[in-house]
């Protein structure tokens, strides 16, 4: 497998989601800026007024182009918007994580890797 | 792929037939090992999976939890502390190393979460009022995320093994379904080839033989002849 060579680097968490799971992440201590001239942070604050195509790509670029992210951590009410890409995102590298907000309560139902825990043992 | 016609194009010698025979023993060996393979990656995959299921609830209840205790945060600062702490964030405290962990020749890669020393971000968060709360906010969160990184783990392991099991039955099946019947058919197939043709040497053999012993037999009657012929003559003695 090819994802088996670069994981060694991936040290860092990236979130994407409302300003509270946001803020309470990097209470934590998640939050990362990159130095350097193009700052990029690990983090995306979504609100009613982002829009998907925003979504979309911080979600690419998190999962595709840096290398350095190991989970990337979305909120549920999010990624619904985005659904078709959470769905069609099958790698192993980085770890997609659908993470219950607090205005929106967990659905197991919508998890796209517990649906497929579901069709594996054909409930 | 019925019958004698899904076979291998060799010649019905002895050699392949010879050959034939180790490659069916080395598929029906590879087959075993690679279906016991299958067995093992599926009890761990169905471990994984319970355990996913069971982390995925504890989550919601640990996010709720986490929740509580911003809004507290919030409460006590009296005021929004989210476009602070984003722009204080710089470099993360909280970071993942991954191991590795072998099952059966599948490595499957594990996230392991630490927390890098000497650096933290938010010194001043909470510092007016509300720094116990802050405190307190920042820890349940810790734990919170270590929860999602062990999730994390779990899951990724999920989808590697999924993949691995995935290429590993189709393995099995094909040697099961069409690598060893094939195999057989080509041995059936060796096997009716020489038959056809021993039976015509056998009997060309089996004449040369008869033939031989039928001289032998005849020759042997001519050695016994004189005494018989005598004996025959004693008796005809006693009559004259």
């Keep these: 497998m090819a994802s088996h060579a670069d994981f060694k680097d991936r ?9 509270d799971s946001v803020t309470g992440l ?3 201590g998640i939050g990362h800026v990159t130095t350097g001239a193009d700052a990029q942070k690990n983090f995306l604050v979504v609100d009613n007024k982002t829009d998907n195509a925003a979504i979309e790509s911080a979600f690419e670029s998190f999962t595709e182009e840096r290398k350095d992210i190991g989970i990337v951590l979305i909120n549920q009410h999010v990624a619904d918007r985005i659904r078709h890409r959470i769905d069609s995102y099958t790698a192993a590298f980085p770890t997609v994580l659908e993470i219950p907000s607090k205005d929106h309560p967990y659905d197991p139902e919508k998890d796209s890797v517990l649906r497929r825990v579901r069709r594996l043992f054909g409930e | 792929m019925s019958g004698a016609a899904d076979r291998e194009a060799v010649f019905p010698t002895r050699q392949s037939l010879g050959l034939m025979k180790a490659k069916l023993k080395g598929a029906e060996t ?62 993360a405290r909280f970071r ?15 996230f392991e979460s630490y927390l890098t020393e000497g650096n933290n971000d938010f010194g001043l968060t909470g510092l007016g009022k509300g720094g116990q709360q802050v405190q307190r906010c920042r820890e349940t969160y810790a734990r919170a995320v270590e929860a999602l990184v062990e999730l994390a783990s779990l899951q990724t392991a999920f989808v590697i093994l999924d993949e691995v099991i995935k290429v590993v039955n189709r393995r099995v099946n094909a040697i099961e379904h069409v ?21 015509a040497a ?21 050695d016994t002849g004189p005494s018989d012929i005598l004996a025959a003559a004693d008796e005809e003695d006693v009559i004259f």
Excluded: C, W
Excluded at chain 2, 202 to 222: F, I, L, N, Y
């Design chain 1, 11 to 19: 040290q860092f968490l990236a979130v994407i989601g409302d300003e």
């Design chain 1, 26 to 28: 990097l209470l934590a």
């Design chain 2, 30 to 91: 590879g087959h075993n090992l690679l279906k016991r393979k299958s067995e093992a990656l599926t009890k761990r995959f169905r471990e994984i999976t319970k355990r996913i299921d069971e982390a995925k609830r504890k989550m919601g209840r640990v996010m709720q939890i986490a929740a509580f205790s911003l809004a507290e945060v919030t409460y006590a600062v009296g005021g929004d502390i989210g476009y602070q702490v984003q722009e204080s964030a710089k470099s």
């Design chain 2, 96 to 110: 993942i190393r991954t191991k590795q962990d072998n099952v059966s020749g599948v490595l499957l890669p594990a």
């Design chain 2, 179 to 199: 690598i060893i019947p094939r195999t057989e058919n080509t041995i059936k197939y060796i096997n009716s080839e020489l038959d056809e043709l021993d039976p």
């Design chain 2, 202 to 222: 056998d009997a060309e053999m089996k004449a040369k033989r008869e033939a031989q012993a039928a001289q032998g037999a005849k020759s042997q009657s001519e």
